[in-house]
């Protein structure tokens, strides 16, 4: 019997032996590859249909997220509210998106309701006829949206900063202007539609409560499809010449967007893994050194973080923050000033266990659901990772030494390789 009169011992989360709970591959008569999580308490499920269908693979600026977004407004047989109110009726949630590699369809459901669902699914993938009218409201909503952003600090430093270091023709640094939604025709979008979503890639990833003809019914449904085999299309960065740009967006502006990144290699390079537990203890959690010095400290800003960018092909580590326009440069300074100490001084173990448990605890709050277990199998696939990618994750957490992230410091930290964006 538990001895309640005894507090429970407390044990790091460093201490955690975590296991990813494996996924089962299932492999459609066409070829298409589903992988599976049947977990979790309640009769609900999410299902992801994710196309190669993205920034990478479009003709012209805007073609990939506006196919994407008007899939559920209108096939030939029913209209947007249609299709719309089918889903709603059924209490489920449809939702699309359209990234740099892919274009998703996302379902959550009842479980009881999906085979109810899924011909409404296949209807979009088949027969999604994008209307001229569904358009024309697409295009005056989104240049409205985009006259209201384009006012906003913030989101000029985040399309810049992205153009300066992949280059203005790169999926990862192109950005959208007004006159781009005015040349967007409806035959473009039907044509990359008909190439990357009826004919094209297609992974399906599904988690929760499934049920047990699973298999029969996305054979039904979606074995038929072409599933022609994509190549990713990679494009080389054009890194911009120039290091440092100040950018006035407005006049009366009182604060200034601050970003400061460089290129990172992606996933796949030896160091990415252990960068990843530097940046965590430079700028990646609410402890940090960036939230100690800027926030804490000197109180220059309501918050600072780093990160890796989630990118497939290339990767950067970001700096990004708002501050007073009169500090954004005393900001800048102390960001360097925090690179100059890693690099110089070996980090003390209490600080490093501390980003060990932090890191080891958000991976542990991850897999927490069949959802969220998914969404780590839906990064390894996609990034053409292998499931041991998981394990070398966390055993670099535990085992990653002060001496290493200072050579780390010392490799990636310079100040003079870092791109420097203020927008006011």
Not at 90 to 100: E, I, K, M, Q
Not at 115 to 139: A, C, F, G, T
Not at 191 to 210: M, N
Not at 289 to 302: A, F, Q, V
């Amino acid at each position: 019997m538990t001895d309640r009169k005894q507090s429970p011992a407390i044990v790091d989360a460093v201490n955690f032996k975590l296991h990813l709970k494996p996924c089962q591959k299932i492999v459609l008569k066409n070829g298409v590859e589903v992988y599976a999580v049947d977990a979790g308490a309640e009769e609900v499920m999410s299902l992801e249909w994710v196309f190669f269908a993205g920034n990478c693979f479009e003709e012209k600026n805007l073609i990939a997220a506006t196919t994407n977004f008007l899939l559920r407004n209108g096939t030939s047989s029913k209209t947007a509210f249609q299709v719309n109110e089918h889903f709603e009726y059924y209490g489920s949630y449809l939702n699309r998106a359209c990234y740099n590699e892919t274009a998703t369809i996302t379902l959550h459901c009842l479980t009881k309701h999906i085979e109810e669902l899924l011909p409404e699914v296949k209807e979009l993938i088949v027969d999604s006829v994008m209307p001229q009218d569904e358009l024309d409201i697409y295009k005056q909503n989104m240049k409205q949206r985009l006259k209201v952003n384009l006012k906003k600090s913030d989101f000029i430093a985040g399309r810049l900063i992205d153009s300066y270091l992949f280059g203005k023709d790169h999926p990862y640094g192109k950005y959208s202007n007004l006159e781009d939604f005015d040349d967007v025709q409806r035959e473009e979008l039907l044509a990359h539609y008909k190439k990357y979503y009826q004919q094209g890639k297609l992974i399906i990833f599904v988690a929760g409560k499934l049920p047990a003809n699973l298999e029969q019914l996305l054979n039904q449904h979606f074995g038929d499809l072409a599933g022609k085999k994509v190549e990713l299309i990679k494009t080389k960065p054009t890194h911009a010449s120039e290091k440092k740009y100040r950018v006035t967006n407005d006049t009366e502006g009182v604060q200034g967007s601050i970003r400061i990144a460089r290129p990172f290699p992606n996933r796949h390079h030896p160091d990415f893994l252990k960068t990843h537990v530097l940046n965590v203890l430079f700028g990646g959690y609410f402890g940090s050194r960036l939230m100690s010095n800027i926030r804490e400290d000197k109180g220059y800003t309501y918050g600072i973080h780093s990160f890796l960018q989630n990118h497939v092909q290339q990767s950067a580590l970001m700096i990004s923050t708002e501050a007073g326009k009169d500090v954004c440069e005393a900001t800048i300074a102390e960001v360097y000033k925090e690179m100059k100490d890693l690099r110089e001084n070996l980090v003390d173990e209490e600080e490093l266990l501390l980003v060990r448990n932090y890191m080891m605890g958000s991976i542990l709050g991850d897999l927490d659901g069949p959802f969220q277990i998914i969404a780590r199998w839906k990064n390894i696939i996609l990034n053409d990772l292998e499931e041991q990618y998981f394990y070398d994750s966390t055993n670099t957490i535990k085992t990653v030494s002060a001496e290493e992230l200072r050579q780390l410091a010392n490799k990636y930290y310079n100040p003079e390789e870092f791109y420097e964006l203020v927008v006011i």
